[in-house]
Nanobody
Framework: QVQLVESGGGLVQAGGSLRLSCAASGRTVSSYHMGWFRQAPGKEREFVAAVSWIASSTYYADFVKGRFTISRDNAKNTVYLQMNSLKPEDTAVYFC????????????????????WGQGTQVTVSS
């Protein structure tokens, strides 16, 4: 079992930055691919970014390319999401997830491919 706990969310003005962290406990997450997803009120959960288990590859949703950066520190069992140039439409609850699947496929952006999920952290961007 893997337990994931997100932190770092909060209220920020448009154009600002936040860094989300996802701390893992239980089994080490070094062998899992890690992803960030988000869900805004009244909307379905959507994929944001993912990083492969050895951090050699990353993948982003088009709407965050150039603004968000996902990274991981396997020694610390932690995954990060650096979010810059935030927009009001980025307001959502952000979830991290861990999964073991074949990386170079659409699974990396499919929430159903991830086995473990955190409880989420709220990000609110004011205009």
């Amino acid at each position: 079992q893997v337990q994931l706990v997100e932190s770092g969310g909060g209220l920020v003005q448009a154009g600002g930055s936040l860094r989300l962290s996802c701390a893992a406990s239980g089994r080490t997450v070094s062998s899992y691919h890690m992803g960030w997803f988000r869900q805004a009120p009244g909307k379905e959960r959507e994929f944001v970014a993912a990083v492969s288990w050895i951090a050699s590859s990353t993948y982003y949703a088009d709407f965050v390319k150039g603004r968000f950066t996902i990274s991981r520190d396997n020694a610390k069992n932690t995954v990060y999401l650096q979010m810059n140039s935030l927009k009001p439409e980025d307001t959502a609850v952000y979830f991290c997830a861990a999964g073991s699947f074949y990386w170079p496929t659409t699974s990396r952006s499919n929430g159903g491919a991830y086995n473990y999920w955190g409880q989420g952290t709220q990000v609110t961007v004011s205009s």
